[in-house]
């Protein structure tokens, strides 16, 4: 069929004319799409006259009035996060007291830490005395000005320093 226009007819169009125009015009494209590089998925896409169509044949989810994605039936999306591992990353529970958050998503400790005093029993810090022991920027320990005599407290045995060896003389146990 030909396009009717109505400026060649002079006068208006009646609605069967413009139907045919439509009519005429759908399969005028229809021609040109087909004989296209169009793939035949994008053409599905095309025909598609709202964008909930379109997220359909995408095979995307809608997103529901209030911000929620949801499948295509239109159900919620329901989604569980799990509780954080050592493996697993996920969500931890804040007690409020010890462990808060603030307004601005800080998490802070509200407790502090003290490092023990090491001892026999207990794994903790130890003070270098910085002259005759010390610690290197590189975490080194040395021990310089020592002398030639080193007791050791608790026993009665007695230490010889000579260059290069360490004697201990458990003698007098």
Known sequence: MTITLRSTK??????????????????RVDTKLASSSVSSYG??????T???NARITLGLSTVAATGAYS???GTPAVYSLPIATDTILGGITVDGVTVTI???????SVGSYALPTSSTG?????????????????????????????????????????????EID????
């Open 10 to 27: 002079g006068l208006a169009l009646t609605y069967s004319e413009l139907d045919g125009n439509f009519t005429d015009l759908d399969n």
């Open 43 to 48: 053409l599905t896409l095309i025909d598609d």
């Open 50 to 52: 709202t964008a909930a």
């Open 71 to 73: 499948d295509l039936s």
């Open 102 to 108: 603030d307004g601005a998503g800080v998490l802070s």
């Open 122 to 166: 207990t794994l903790g810090g130890v003070k270098i005395d910085g002259t005759t022991i010390t610690i290197s920027g590189s975490g080194v320990i040395s021990a310089t000005g020592v002398g030639e005599n080193l007791e050791i407290d608790g026993g009665n045995a007695s230490t010889s320093y000579s260059t290069g060896d360490l």
């Open 170 to 173: 458990g003698g007098g146990a």
